[in-house]
């Protein structure tokens, strides 16, 4: 049974001049355990609201809907708050991007570790406290008896998050969910997280999604990758196969774009940027910025290809390189 | 924590040293003879003038009256009331305690109203809660303080007689002051009736001095909640899994609080104001009102002293908030 | 699919109004403020009598709604015979100018004391920091009371008392936003590109640190109203016969029983006037802080 299924989820964000804004449409995934699945894509692409959306912390503006949202089994839309607390924090964790805000200045390291498992396994004191060592333990934390009682301004971008990863693992949860965890970190640092958290997941079982905008880490850490443009997924694939041959005009832009992977002396950026709220328009989202456009993509939606071609959201994917016509493209007018 | 604890008071010292500075200029810039101004005898013969002068030090260099002004402070010699011949320091300190009995009631009940009132109002925000709770905020942030005293007197006390008028207790009790609290006094004194009487008697002033501040710390209080709420580490209490009020009440307020309590720490400063016009009102015998009548019957010494012991007060009260604020705030502590 | 496409962001200026007029509250707010300059402005052709006039014969007479009321004296007479109304009506000059006086001249040596101490650092910023420190660890209504001990009680000292005790509030904020705006690339920038001090303080940074000292102004205006009502009531304002209405008040408080209206009413006016000035300061806040928006 797959760990996690996500069909056709959408979020809609209820804005000051009355409107809806669409920040993921149509995004559908599975996870099965022990995966890592990799959700890759700019900012503004929706990343990590869909997965926020997953977790129920979105705010009171959103609105959250899916044809299937489960995780083992259970369904996940529209459960009480209560059902929902049971589960999060606990079967399924999640890591934010700033680390050293995402701790509370208020309370000590081994506090925070401790609610978790108080909350979760109902531990006694001792017991909290041991296992809290063990964690920091776990994560590479040295002499960690020590930073119980450390507050979280006292510790360092690496080690927050760290703490951080030590926390959102405290009950064993069967899921990860790690938002750009290594982006506000240094760069040295992002090998060591990353290999940490590779390294959890062996030991611990447990499945990891893992957000990101870095196509290198994608590379040295996924096992599956969907990518995501403007709240859509355009499309999803296995690494080994994505890397050797996108599907998506947008993937294989990104991909060029990487330092390894250059072949002139100027990269090849994208040009333009991401469409904002006042910028959607009609047809194919990532036109205005794809190579390879044509007509029909500014004026017609593109349906999504097979999953041979990666699942694209594309009227011509890219076959070896170039834009080859659909097999199933019919009635789609020239 | 204890250096920090040093360094705080320790830069109190330049303040109040301004503070007595300013009182000084002050009392030498009212209009008037300065000697009929401290002494408050008008039409002085040459030689009681010459005496008088002498006295007072005022033929001696200003710098030199300034040092022994000083001097005379730290020896706790605050001047001498031209209407009661009473050292100032000894009548502030008789009248002080009414004044701190009616600051603390006001206090607790603007923190016991306030911060529930602002906690729900940022929770629920944009509802009818929220709405009605800072209108009542407002309300009281805009009321003159002198008005809503009257109106409560009329109110409470000439129409529904619940509430006695003015004073501190009912003449009919009487016993020697302990603590110079009421509320404690009137315990201890064993009278029955008498405690129930205090707390009578401070429970309108309580509410109309504590008024202001209890809006002013509602108002606080969500906008803080507020920004709170948004906070990357309550959004991490949440992906816990801890309930609402452990994420709300603990990880939320904790930090939530600490722009608070600076907020009630400055509220001190409206607090001893509002209790000038809160006394007045209510014939409360605390320094406020000792403050007005001063000032009508001309005994500036006791202006100037009162003036210099009140602010001395907040100075204090300000440090206290400091320290408060760095038990808190770890951040404070560590000198970030 | 989505509902609404909306296809163009609001320009600035809408963007501002319509931040402001969500707020329903501030927008009532802003009438009734504008209600009541209005009212201010045209007193003498709003008021029925005089208002220092004596009507012996009318002495407390209770406004038009209660028994023994007329609609000569709508909102009845005072402890003289005056007529209520009037002196309300006219009152709203007086408090209404002290406020916006005392905004005025704090604003005005608030924004140089500020901007001196946030550029010149060093000396002058000790000086200056320090003594708006001292004005401020003394009790506002306490150092107001000590000003018109030295300067005497009248309505012109009244405004200079209240702008010394709120002034250093101004100063903070300038220096403050200043200081932080110094740091900021654009200042450096605009020094290399051979601006003087002067243009660079007036010109460059003080447009931005308008937004905190436009809302700390608005509220300005109401706390200033209560300080001067205050003080009249105290007697240590306006001195009678003039129609302030903290003055009014103080007057009329032995007639709290027998007359309840002539405490009622002038004191509703300065709650009035004084509730709307902060629910429009409220309002302006809201709209200019970004860290409150939504989407």
Known sequence: MALLEIENLCVDFETRSGGLFRAVDGVSLTVEPREIVSIVGESGSGKSVAMLAVMGLLPKTARVSADRLAFEGANLMGISPAARRRVVGKDIAMIFQEPMSSLNPCFTVGFQIGEALSTHLGLGRAARRARAIELLDLVGIPSPESRLAAFPHQLSGGMSQRVMIAMAIACSPKLLIADEPTTALDVTIQAQILELLVRLRDEKDMALVLITHDMGVVAETAERVVVQYAGRQVEEADTAALFRDPHHPYTAALLAALPERATEKHLPAIPGMVPGQWDRLDGCLFAPRCDVATDLCSRVEPTRAGADLGRALCHTPLVAGRPTRRADAEGVPA | ?336 | MVDDVILAPPSPARALWADFAVNRGAVGGLVVLLTILAIAAFANLIALHDPMEQFREHVLQPPVWAAGGSWDFPLGTDDVGRDLMARIVFGARFSLFIGFSVVVVSLAVGVCLGLASAFMGGLVDTAISRVMDLIMSVPSLVLAIVVIAIIGPSLANTIVAVTVVYMPRYVRIVRATAQAELAKDYVTASRAAGSGAFRLAFVTVLPNCLAPLIVQAALGVSDAILEAAALGFLGLGAQPPTPEWGAMLSSAREFIQRAPHVVTLPGLAILVTVVSINLMGDGLRDALDPKLKRS
Do not use: C
């Open chain 2, 1 to 336: 924590m204890l250096s920090f604890v040093l360094r705080r008071i320790a830069l109190t010292v330049p303040t109040l040293f301004a503070l007595s500075f300013l009182t000084f200029v002050a009392i030498r810039l009212v209009p008037g003879d300065p000697i009929e101004v401290r002494r408050g005898e008008r039409g002085i013969s040459p030689e009681r003038l010459e005496f008088f002068r002498h006295e007072l030090g005022l033929d001696q260099p200003v710098w030199k009256q300034f040092l022994d002004y000083v001097w005379g402070l730290l020896h706790g010699d605050f001047g001498v009331s031209i209407i009661s011949q009473d050292s100032v320091l000894k009548e502030f300190l008789t009248l002080f305690p009414a004044t701190l009995e009616l600051s603390l009631f006001a206090m607790a009940f603007a923190v016991i109203f306030g911060v529930p009132f602002g906690v729900l109002a940022a929770v629920r925000r944009g509802s009818v809660f929220d709405h009605g709770l800072m209108g009542i905020a407002l309300f009281g942030y805009s009321m003159p303080v002198f008005w809503w005293g009257l109106l409560l007197v009329l109110f409470f006390s000439v129409t529904l007689d619940l509430t006695p008028v003015s004073g501190r207790l009912d003449l009919i009790y009487y016993f020697e002051p302990v603590t110079g609290l009421m509320t404690i006094d009137s315990l201890l004194s064993d009278q029955d009736g008498a405690f129930k009487s205090a707390i009578l008697h401070l429970i309108l002033p309580a509410i109309v001095l504590g008024t202001i501040p209890l809006a002013a710390i509602a108002r606080m209080t969500r906008s803080s909640m507020l920004e709170v709420l948004e906070e990357d580490y309550v959004r991490t209490a949440r992906a816990k899994g801890l309930s609402p009020f452990r994420v709300i009440g603990l990880h939320a307020l904790r930090n939530a609080l600490i722009p608070v309590v600076t907020t009630i720490g400055l509220q001190g400063g409206t607090l001893l104001a509002g209790a000038v016009l809160t006394e007045t009102i209510f014939a409360w015998p605390g320094v406020g009102h000792w403050l007005i009548e001063s000032i009508f019957r001309r005994d500036y010494p006791a202006l100037q002293g009162g003036v210099l012991l009140i602010s001395t007060l907040l100075v204090l009260v300000n440090v206290a908030v400091d320290i408060l604020n760095a038990v808190i705030n770890p951040r404070i502590r560590h000198g970030r």
